[in-house]
C-alpha cells in the first residue's frame, strides 16, 4: 500500500509570496493533519480535516489554511510569507481520528519550505 | 493545556548499551500514546502506539511501557542504526467531540560503534 505523499518536497519562496502544499493520503484514510515542524518548537499541529470539513485547528495566524477534497486529498495554504514561516511542513493520515478511537497517524516525508 | 514532556534532549551511547528515553504528559481524557522514530529531512515512522497504564510493546530492541503520568522507551543493546529522534505523542480529548495529537519536543539518539 502507498504511504503518504506530499509534493513538492522542497520550495524556496520570498517573503510576502504564498505558497500551497498539496498531500495525498494512504488509499481510505479519511482523516488529514498538518503539522509545522521547527528546530526551535518542534511539531507543533495546525489543522485536521475530515469528509472536507475542517474539524480541528492549532494556534497559528489566518495566513496558514488547508482544504480537503473529496479524494481526501489536501492542501495546504500559506499567505503572505515570513521569514518564520521556513519549516519542515508535514502531513499525516489516519483512517477516521474519530472520538472515542485511537487511529494512528502516519506521516509523509514532509515539505522543506525556506522562505527568504 | 495538554503538555508532552521528553528527556533528555539529547543521549549518546556506545552500541551495545542499554538505556531509556522519557516521555512525560500532562492531559484531560487520554486516548493513546504513540512513539515514532524520525530520521534527518523524513517524516516521523510510527512505532507503537500505548492505550491505557501497565501496557507494553516490543519492537526488535525496543520496549515502550506506559503508567498514568509518562511512558518510557527502553531500547536494549542499541546499534548505530537506532541513532535517530524519538518523538512521543498523545492523543486527548481537545473539545468538542475533537481529539488532538500534541508532540513532545524529541530525544536525540546517538549511537556510535
Known amino acids: 500500500k502507498a504511504g503518504v505523499t506530499q509534493t513538492p518536497r522542497y520550495l524556496i519562496k520570498t517573503r510576502g509570496q504564498q505558497v500551497t502544499l498539496s498531500c495525498s493520503p494512504i488509499?481510505?484514510?479519511?482523516?488529514v493533519s498538518w503539522y509545522q515542524q521547527t528546530p526551535g518548537q518542534g511539531l507543533q499541529f495546525l489543522f485536521e480535516?475530515?469528509?472536507?470539513?475542517?474539524?480541528n485547528k492549532g494556534n497559528f495566524p489566518g495566513r496558514f489554511s488547508g482544504r480537503q477534497f473529496s479524494n481526501s486529498r489536501s492542501e495546504m495554504n500559506v499567505s503572505t510569507l515570513e521569514l518564520g514561516d521556513s519549516a519542515l511542513y508535514l502531513c499525516?493520515?489516519?483512517?477516521?481520528?474519530?472520538?472515542?478511537?485511537?487511529?494512528?497517524?502516519?506521516f509523509g516525508p514532509g515539505t522543506r519550505l525556506t522562505v527568504l | 493545556e495538554d503538555q508532552v514532556t521528553q528527556s533528555p534532549e539529547a543521549l549518546r551511547l556506545q552500541e551495545g548499551e542499554s538505556s531509556s528515553l522519557n516521555c512525560s504528559y500532562t492531559?484531560?481524557?487520554?486516548?493513546?500514546l504513540f512513539w515514532y522514530r524520525q530520521d534527518p529531512g523524513k517524516g516521523p515512522e510510527f512505532l507503537f502506539t500505548?492505550?491505557?497504564a501497565g501496557e507494553e510493546k516490543e519492537k526488535e530492541r525496543l520496549k515502550a511501557t506506559l503508567t498514568k503520568k509518562e511512558s518510557f522507551l527502553h531500547i536494549t543493546a542499541p546499534k548505530p542504526e537506532d541513532s535517530a529522534t524519538y518523538l512521543c505523542?498523545?492523543?486527548?480529548?481537545?473539545?468538542?467531540?475533537?481529539?488532538?495529537?500534541?508532540f513532545g519536543k524529541g530525544t536525540l539518539l546517538t549511537v556510535n560503534p
Open positions: 480535516y475530515f469528509s472536507e470539513t475542517q474539524r
Open positions: 505523542a498523545v492523543l486527548a480529548h481537545s473539545g468538542g467531540s475533537n481529539y488532538k495529537l500534541t
Open positions: 488509499s481510505g484514510h479519511r482523516s
Open positions: 492531559v484531560s481524557g487520554l486516548r493513546g
Open positions: 500505548l492505550y491505557s
Open positions: 499525516a493520515s489516519s483512517l477516521l481520528l474519530v472520538t472515542g478511537a485511537t487511529d494512528t497517524q502516519y
